[in-house]
């Protein structure tokens, strides 16, 4: 399955998006209420409309009054003074415009609030000035009086102040504001928090292929600063571990190279020329490759990697030509398949001891082996080496990529006596798993071992081939 399923995405991802998750339906909740509360029963919508036209009721309600009489003057002075206020000789052509229309609950919460002498002589309306439609409900509005003298008394609303005709969309932007500070300070946060335990993911996995890595820096929250002092101590004690075997290995390799040479000085002066003294010195040199063996294997553990963009395609020819040139085994057959060329970021020098490691095994124990190397875009090279030897049963796999583990009469046959310490695939399987790959073991139909190596694309790197041969 390609892509990121949520649980796998990195925790900082996870707590930002839980975060902006929670504002936003936090906000959807409060707008919801405040519509529902507001458009639905009237409320505080019906209130507004009705304090923003009170000047207009008090005028309407002063002309009743007086019936008209004298008001004339008194309008004249009204509209000189307030430019809320106006006279038309004849009916607005607003009213009659395809505007928006005013909100009902608005219309009426203010038509209701009107003197019965002004039932059917008031309408209101939105000016055709206002602009586009808004998705902001307005409270912006005029209205239009028919006096008794023929004509219109005007007034419009929209001259008030802002935040009093359209409250909502004020509170709405401030809320918007608002949460988006919030959301931002919250990822914020939540990264600041996140952090230290990044450092101690990408603390482990630099351990994991590299024992000298230096100790992370305590910091963040208790919680991380107990994990990362806990994987500090941890490390320590590995690395001891490691050393103490190391030096523990190559003291016994050093100190046995000593009597080893006497004895081949001793089985050269012997004055027998038979079968024992060739029995000897055969046994001599497999002690000498033992100790080799041993020693390879703890400097390959204690070297850092080096990478480099190497062509796995032509070292793995090399590899397997070398194998069929200086095999153990006289005759051995070994073929390749894949690409010309195919570029990947390893360590040159770790990987050539894997495939010398994997191909002469197949070389030495099956005399024959297919290899081939393929990627798998976008994420790896995959190189494979099959046999027709005797291979490894099932139940056997996991013990022989264990250092020091022997399967006498597997791998070498009954006739065929064992030697070294069975440390070959081990090597190869640590050395691939410091790149970030795997050394997989499965059956060979009909007969024999697949080994697949599998190494991945270094990060932000690519292919680079070349058409197969």
């Not at 649980?7 to 839980?18: D, F, G, K």
């Not at 208790?222 to 994990?227: I, K, L, N, T, W």
């Not at 191909?359 to 046999?387: H, S, Y």
Request: charged letters at 25%.
């Amino acid at each position: 399955m390609n892509g990121l399923s949520p649980l796998r995405w990195p925790i900082r991802w996870q707590i930002a998006m839980l975060l902006i998750l929670t504002q936003v339906v936090a906000h959807v909740v409060t707008m919801t209420m405040i519509d529902l509360s507001t458009s639905t029963t009237g409320g505080g919508r019906g209130a507004l409309a009705i304090t923003a036209a009170e000047p207009m009721l008090t005028v309407l309600r002063m002309y009743e009054d007086a019936e008209g009489v004298g008001m004339a003057g008194g309008l004249a002075r009204l509209v000189a003074v307030d430019a809320r206020f106006r006279l038309d000789p004849q009916f607005p052509a607003e009213v009659v415009a395809p505007n928006r229309s005013v909100e009902p609950v608005m219309e009426s919460a203010v038509l209701n609030s009107l003197p019965e002498y002004w039932r059917g002589r008031v309408q209101m309306f939105v000016d055709a000035g206002a602009g586009p439609s808004s998705p902001f409900p307005m409270a912006d509005f005029s209205m239009a009086a028919r006096l008794s003298s023929g004509e219109f008394l005007v007034f419009e609303a929209s001259r008030d102040s802002f935040v009093q005709r359209v409250p909502r969309t004020v509170v709405l932007i401030g809320l918007l504001i608002m949460a988006l500070t919030l959301m931002f300070l919250a990822v914020w946060a939540g990264n600041a928090l996140v952090a230290p335990m990044g450092d101690l993911a990408r603390g482990a996995e630099r351990f994991a292929g590299d024992a000298d890595s230096p100790d992370l820096p305590e910091r963040g929250p208790v919680e991380v600063r107990r994990a990362t002092r806990a994987f500090n101590r941890m490390r320590q004690r590995i690395r001891k571990l490691i050393n103490d075997r190391s030096q523990t290995l190559a003291a016994i390799g050093h100190d046995m190279r000593t009597p080893l040479t006497r004895l081949r000085l001793r089985i050269e002066l012997l004055d027998d020329d038979g079968s024992g003294k060739t029995l000897m010195e055969n046994d001599v040199q497999v002690l000498e490759r033992m100790i080799d063996d041993a020693l390879g294997f703890l400097r390959s553990e204690n070297r850092p990697l080096a990478r480099d963009m190497v062509d796995i395609a032509a070292l793995t020819r090399t590899v397997a030509d070398e194998c069929v040139d200086h095999g153990t085994r006289q005759g051995a057959s070994i073929e390749y398949h894949g690409p010309q060329r195919l570029v990947a970021s390893c360590d040159h020098d770790l990987m050539r001891r894997v495939l010398e490691n994997v191909i002469g095994n197949a070389a030495k124990f099956a005399g024959d082996a297919l290899v081939t190397v393929f990627d798998r875009m976008p994420r790896a090279v995959v190189i494979e080496v099959r046999d027709s030897g005797p291979g490894i049963p099932v139940d056997q796999r996991d013990r022989v990529l264990e250092p020091f583990t022997r399967i006498d009469g597997v791998r070498t046959g009954a006739t065929h006596r064992s030697e070294g310490f069975g440390l070959g695939l081990a090597i190869a399987r640590d050395l691939m798993e410091r790149h970030g790959g795997t050394l997989g073991l499965s059956d060979n139909q009909p007969q024999g071992l697949v080994v697949t190596l599998t190494l991945p694309w270094a990060p932000g790197g690519g292919p680079s081939q070349n058409a197969a041969s």
